[in-house]
């Protein structure tokens, strides 16, 4: 597969992570997507692709692309024999400014583009995106698409704010601190979240730390599971355990398995750090 990222130039920069191309075969037809502390923006290019949410019974097909608010639960994608799309990885917060409702309406329910940007706009980015000269162009296109649509968002200065200390300490911040630094009520910090982010404070907390224990794990070699669990914070190993069947549905063994089939099926694929195969 082909894959092209950059990160936006400011203000941008402080919404998005990262920009990118992707296109090729998938190295899977369902991939399985544990949630993470960051939302996500497709335009798709190519064939249809479907989703599956954790709340959802059957899977839903996106032709002209999604906008996937910071879920917390997994999420299985299902690709065509090629796919291709432009799309950005977006802070937890970062969607808000482009949103035409409450985030916490989208939380865990991914809806087609068009929806949030409307279908004649999303048709002319689409057939802009198709003519250009490639994939730099593209992230350009997008990039421009996303300074048009950028607006004023009421909270957004303090759910930043609060969201970076929560990122910063790997979900280790005790909310009441974030709450008394603000100089807000519990239940308005949680209200501007929800609002933007489309969970708690709480809840994003809880999804850094779970972030940060993957990403901590090297698939090829041994895992002292309590050390691991220990370090990221979890009071014990059946916590830790509990808290990755809740994100992914899986047993912490049962993961690695299935990363270890991916990095023996797939070295070195683009994929290879977060998706899952799910076949």
């Given at each position: 597969?082909?894959?092209v990222?950059?990160?936006?130039?400011?203000?941008?920069?402080?919404?998005?992570?990262?920009?990118?191309?992707?296109?090729?075969?998938?190295?899977?037809?369902?991939?399985?997507?544990?949630?993470?502390?960051?939302?996500?923006?497709?335009?798709?290019?190519?064939?249809?692709?479907?989703?599956?949410?954790?709340?959802?019974?059957?899977?839903?097909?996106?032709?002209?692309?999604?906008?996937?608010?910071?879920?917390?639960?997994?999420?299985e994608?299902?690709?065509?024999?090629?796919?291709?799309?432009?799309?950005?990885h977006?802070?937890?917060?970062?969607?808000?400014?482009?949103?035409?409702?409450?985030?916490?309406?989208?939380?865990?329910?991914?809806?087609?583009?068009e929806?949030?940007?409307?279908?004649?706009?999303?048709?002319?980015?689409?057939?802009?995106?198709?003519?250009?000269?490639?994939?730099?162009?593209?992230?350009?296109?997008?990039?421009?698409?996303?300074?048009?649509?950028?607006?004023?968002?009421?909270?957004?200065?303090l759910?930043?704010?609060?969201?970076?200390?929560?990122?910063?300490?790997?979900?280790?911040?005790?909310?009441?601190?974030?709450?008394?630094?603000?100089?807000?009520?519990?239940?308005?910090?949680?209200?501007?979240?929800k609002?933007?982010?489309?969970?708690?404070?709480?809840?994003?907390?809880?999804?850094?730390?779970?972030?940060?224990?993957?990403?901590?794990?090297?698939?090829?070699?041994?895992?002292?599971?309590?050390?691991?669990?220990?370090?990221?914070?979890?009071?014990?190993?059946?916590?830790?355990?509990?808290?990755?069947?809740?994100?992914?549905?899986?047993?912490?063994?049962?993961?690695?398995?299935?990363?270890?089939?991916?990095?023996?099926?797939?070295?070195?694929?683009?994929?290879?750090?977060?998706?899952?195969?799910?076949?």
């Amino acid at each position: 597969m082909e894959y092209v990222s950059r990160v936006p130039r400011p203000p941008l920069d402080e919404l998005i992570d990262d920009l990118y191309f992707l296109e090729g075969s998938p190295p899977y037809a369902r991939l399985m997507l544990p949630p993470m502390p960051s939302a996500l923006l497709i335009v798709n290019l190519g064939a249809p692709f479907r989703i599956r949410a954790a709340t959802a019974i059957e899977t839903a097909e996106y032709a002209d692309g999604c906008v996937v608010t910071m879920p917390t639960r997994a999420l299985e994608f299902g690709y065509p024999l090629r796919t291709r799309s432009v799309g950005a990885h977006v802070k937890p917060w970062g969607l808000a400014p482009f949103l035409p409702m409450p985030a916490a309406e989208l939380c865990d329910r991914p809806v087609a583009v068009e929806q949030v940007w409307g279908r004649p706009a999303v048709a002319e980015l689409r057939d802009r995106l198709a003519m250009a000269d490639g994939p730099h162009e593209m992230l350009t296109l997008l990039e421009e698409e996303f300074m048009r649509r950028l607006r004023e968002t009421a909270g957004l200065g303090l759910v930043r704010h609060a969201s970076s200390v929560i990122a910063a300490t790997s979900g280790a911040v005790a909310i009441g601190d974030l709450r008394a630094a603000a100089g807000v009520s519990s239940t308005h910090l949680a209200q501007r979240f929800k609002e933007l982010i489309g969970v708690t404070p709480k809840r994003l907390a809880r999804t850094h730390r779970f972030a940060a224990a993957v990403f901590a794990i090297d698939p090829a070699g041994p895992i002292d599971w309590g050390e691991l669990a220990g370090g990221a914070g979890y009071f014990d190993q059946a916590h830790f355990g509990h808290e990755f069947r809740v994100f992914t549905g899986l047993t912490p063994t049962r993961y690695i398995e299935v990363r270890r089939r991916f990095l023996r099926e797939h070295p070195g694929h683009v994929l290879d750090s977060w998706p899952l195969p799910a076949d």
